[in-house]
């Protein structure tokens, strides 16, 4: 029961991540058509609750804590590790050696974490002995843990000042009256021109100090602009180029 109940906890935690993740851009800046992956959500939201719900689980599995809670966290070092593989697959051999060093140290860093979802489970079994509100309030303050354990790593997808700068550089060209100079040669752009779009952005493929912002329209159409922002001086927008579908 109490491993059931802290692999809940775990789903629980990891889809409140992925949903926050997902769309604290979208919550935060309304007045800005921010893109949304919907592969990507649900693929943020299984892998998420799946490793949420497993790792969360194991960290119940003894009945002292310990030894799971430590296995948990050393098994949440693991899944950093293979997710920063795939997602620095170029690097990897070198991104393998510097995090195998810093294996036990993140195992250290991510105990509290692993400690708290086997408290959940104990906490959640022992309020089934509770009636009336002492078992209602157990389960208020576990669910306010929940969610606060969900929302702090979906804060973190909050996109910085620069890029929301350079997402309002690109969303502003596309609405002027005036060709901008960085729109004038897109291939396409002058047939969607006013359209309806929706902006995502990455970090630049060009430029260290670049933002890739790429405007979606509803036919598969895209434009894709680098806003290249040096300190101390002004943005600056290299010309875009168009995706036809």
């Not at 997602?87 to 250290?108: M, Q």
Request: with cysteine.
């Amino acid at each position: 029961m109490r491993v059931r109940f802290a692999a809940l906890s775990g789903l629980a935690v990891g889809t409140i991540a992925a949903i926050t993740s997902s769309f604290i851009n979208i919550w935060l800046f309304p007045d800005l058509p921010l893109y949304i992956d919907w592969p990507a959500v649900a693929y943020a939201w299984a892998l998420w609750a799946a490793l949420g719900g497993i790792l969360a689980g194991l960290a119940a599995l003894s009945s002292d804590g310990w030894k799971s809670i430590l296995l948990s966290a050393f098994g949440m070092t693991v899944a950093i590790l293979i997710l920063n593989f795939i997602d620095n697959s170029i690097s990897a051999l070198l991104n393998f050696l510097v995090l195998l060093g810093l294996s036990l140290p993140f195992t250290a860093m991510l105990t509290p974490l692993a400690f708290l979802f086997f408290w959940l489970g104990r906490r959640f079994v022992d309020a089934l002995d509770f009636k009336g509100w002492a078992s209602m309030r157990i389960f208020i303050i576990n669910f306010m843990v929940i969610a606060a354990i969900g929302a702090v790593p979906g804060m973190y997808m909050k996109m910085n000042a620069r890029t929301e700068l350079a997402i309002r550089i690109v969303h502003d060209a596309l609405q002027s009256d005036s060709v901008h100079r960085a729109l004038a040669k897109t291939e396409g752009f002058a047939e969607h021109r006013g359209q309806p779009h929706t902006l995502s952005h990455a970090p630049s493929a060009y430029s260290t100090v670049g933002v890739d912002v790429t405007a979606h329209y509803d036919d598969g159409y895209t434009v894709t602009c680098v806003v290249v922002m040096y300190s101390g001086y002004d943005p600056s927008v290299y010309p875009c180029r168009g995706g036809i579908p």
